[in-house]
């Protein structure tokens, strides 16, 4: 009887759970460009019954993938001596995993990377022989023990910078010019750092100190946050799924939401008795902050452009116990503006956007976005805020704010605004609470970038509509 063939009963060996659902996760994330990794991931995980041990490992490779993708092809291409956009897809979405399990994963062997590797293109992408041996043949060379880095590019500083951090050359420019050279390359380090997560207490049903309490009573340790009293941000990021699946969210004792989009709704301050409207509220984190700052004493409407995205909005206002909020869907607040009753003591204009400031929990939006659709959102932009201005009332008060660093979707829109708008002008009287003070620019914005750079950026500006002149 002769000896089993070992390399044969390796290659059609079943591929590790948590590889193999990181590289569908990417592969998906190509194949459907309106999913987000988030959303992407969670899905593969479900699919592949993951338990929790290898569910974070998938994860932790999807984010440091996605988040060194520039950097990986930089190495890849060394090895190939050609560029990755020869490849497929999805070989190039396995060669980028063997990388970064080599390059940023200490504890993985490298002939283990490229049994995997080997495995993975067979079981998974269903390669043909030639191009599993292709896989395996640049595996190995990634392997080697003595495989130099190929260096940095040098005389092109912002090549240089879009390799070495993963972000396209197009977006380092724009925040050269907006924060400064000296300012720029710590920033672009941060964005590939993982995202603190943050949680906002519900004041409605608890006290930031009584959930803290509480958290730690379950083993999860917290710290308060910043700026925003009803913030507390996780110390070991690990815990989010026992978070998730505690009953003090079940019982809507707190909202996950980054302390940048928290500072959003101090921002509008607002106050009992107002008649307050959330134009693009979806999935409702600032609607339901604004009812609480409140005491759920506002005459709150949240409203949204996605029709579908209202029952996000009554999902997280049932599960908060959020009272005196309606729902309104998005057409009827235009007829109202239409009609010119400008009833609103304060309105909250939290644009749709780039989410360029959210890199850090979002890294495929690097990828994703262009200077082209950055303009599409300003001009969107820009409508929404007028239809806005038509539903304040005299002497009441605008916030409009974005999870992007772009100035095309803040100053230049800010800006256009008032041009054409001159009842409205920016209010740079100090905000309240005063804690906001340290992100406040001298000219009456809110910026979270850079002074804060673990935070997401955000950024908002506060508009008052002139009083009607007494006769």
Same mark, same amino acid.
């Given at each position: ?35 987000? %990794?988030?959303?992407? &991931?969670?899905?593969?995980?479900? *699919? $592949? ?5 290898? +569910? !974070? #490992?998938? =994860? @932790? ?59 993975? %293109?067979?079981?998974? &992408?269903?390669?043909?022989?030639? *191009? $599993? ?5 640049? +595996? !190995? #060379?990634? =392997? @080697? ?70 958290? $730690? ?255």
């Amino acid at each position: 009887m002769s000896r089993p063939n070992r390399l044969k009963k390796k290659v059609i060996e079943r591929p590790d759970g948590a590889r193999s659902t990181a590289l569908r996760t990417l592969n998906r994330l190509d194949e459907q460009r309106e999913q987000g %990794a988030t959303e992407a &991931l969670d899905e593969a995980i479900r *699919e $592949a019954a993951l338990d929790p041990r290898d +569910a !974070r #490992l998938a =994860a @932790a490779l999807v984010y440091v993938t996605l988040r060194n993708r520039l950097y990986l092809d930089w190495q890849l291409e060394s090895l190939l001596r050609r560029p990755v956009s020869g490849l497929k897809p999805a070989v190039n979405n396995l060669l980028r995993l063997s990388a970064a399990q080599l390059l940023f994963f200490q504890r993985l062997p490298g002939h283990a990377m490229a049994n995997e590797a080997v495995n993975l %293109a067979r079981h998974e &992408l269903r390669l043909p022989g030639h *191009e $599993a041996g292709f896989i395996n043949a640049v +595996a !190995r #060379l990634l =392997a @080697a023990p003595d495989l130099p880095l190929r260096p940095m590019p040098v005389g092109d500083e912002v090549r240089r910078l879009s390799i070495q951090y993963s972000q396209p050359q197009w977006l380092v420019r724009m925040l050269r010019k907006k924060y400064g050279v000296g300012a720029v390359e710590p920033l672009l380090a941060s964005l590939n750092e993982e995202p603190e997560i943050a949680l906002r207490a519900n004041t409605l049903r608890t006290s930031p100190e009584a959930l803290a309490t509480e958290l $730690a009573s379950m083993g999860i340790e917290t710290r308060p946050g910043q700026f925003v009293p009803e913030a507390l941000t996780l110390t070991n990021q690990g815990q989010l799924s026992s978070l998730l699946s505690s009953p003090l969210f079940a019982d809507g004792k707190f909202y996950i939401q980054d302390e940048a989009s928290q500072v959003v709704a101090l921002l509008v301050n607002p106050k009992p008795g107002e008649r307050i409207l959330d134009l693009c509220a979806a999935p409702g984190g600032k609607t339901t902050h604004l009812a609480e700052l409140c005491g759920g004493k506002a005459e709150i409407t949240a409203t949204d452009l996605s029709t579908a995205r209202l029952k996000l909005i009554d999902e997280n206002l049932q599960r908060l116990g959020t009272p005196a909020v309606k729902i309104s869907p998005y057409e009827e607040v235009a007829r109202i503006a239409d009609s010119d009753i400008a009833s609103f003591d304060a309105i909250l204009v939290d644009v749709p956007c780039s989410g360029l400031g959210t890199i850090r929990r979002n890294p495929e939006i690097r990828f994703r976005s262009s200077l082209e659709s950055v303009r599409a959102c300003a001009a969107r932009q820009c409508e929404i805020l007028s239809l806005a201005a038509r539903l304040v009332r005299p002497g009441g008060r605008m916030v409009y704010s974005t999870c992007s660093v772009a100035p095309e979707e803040n100053r230049a829109v800010v800006e256009d605004f008032l041009a054409v708008h001159s009842e409205f002008s920016i209010d740079v009287t100090p905000p309240d609470p005063t804690a906001l003070k340290p992100l406040m620019t001298p000219d009456g914005y809110l910026e979270t970038w850079p002074a804060q750079p673990h935070l997401d950026g955000f950024e908002a500006v506060r508009l008052r509509r002139a009083a009607v002149p007494s006769i």
